[in-house]
């Protein structure tokens, strides 16, 4: 398979439950290349963050059916990956991604 360690990750998955994985394990939720394994991924987290992975969890995401006038159709597949870093590597990694980081100083919802 021939993809650039560039390809392989696409983004953050920014959501409220990967927001709470970040903040609660150090736990990185990432949108990956359909056709990336984990190997790749945790390589190119190396290789363009230093980030040392511990674990790779990946899930396919079946796009949806969608309909129209025109008929039905179905919506992109994609790729998320729950990679869970060394400790102390998650600040670090989360400034490139622009990943919310919680500090522990923010008041409570008012």
């Given amino acids: 398979m ?6 392989v990750i696409k983004g953050p998955w920014v959501t409220t439950k990967a ?4 903040k609660d394990n150090e736990d990185l939720v990432v949108e990956v290349h359909p056709r990336a394994n984990k190997s790749m991924i945790a390589k190119a987290l190396k290789m363009l963050f230093d980030a040392d992975a511990v674990t790779v969890r990946t899930v396919n995401i079946k796009g949806k059916q969608k309909k129209n006038k025109k008929g039905v159709f179905f919506g992109k597949t994609r790729k998320k ?4 870093l060394k400790p102390g590597q998650f ?16 008041s409570s919802g008012q």
Avoid: C, M, Q, W
């Fill in 19 to 22: 927001y709470r994985l970040n």
């Fill in 2 to 7: 021939d993809l650039s360690i560039y390809e």
């Fill in 91 to 106: 600040a670090k990694l989360a400034g490139g991604l622009s990943v919310p980081v919680h500090d522990g100083s923010a």
């Fill in 81 to 84: 990956a729950f990679v869970t």
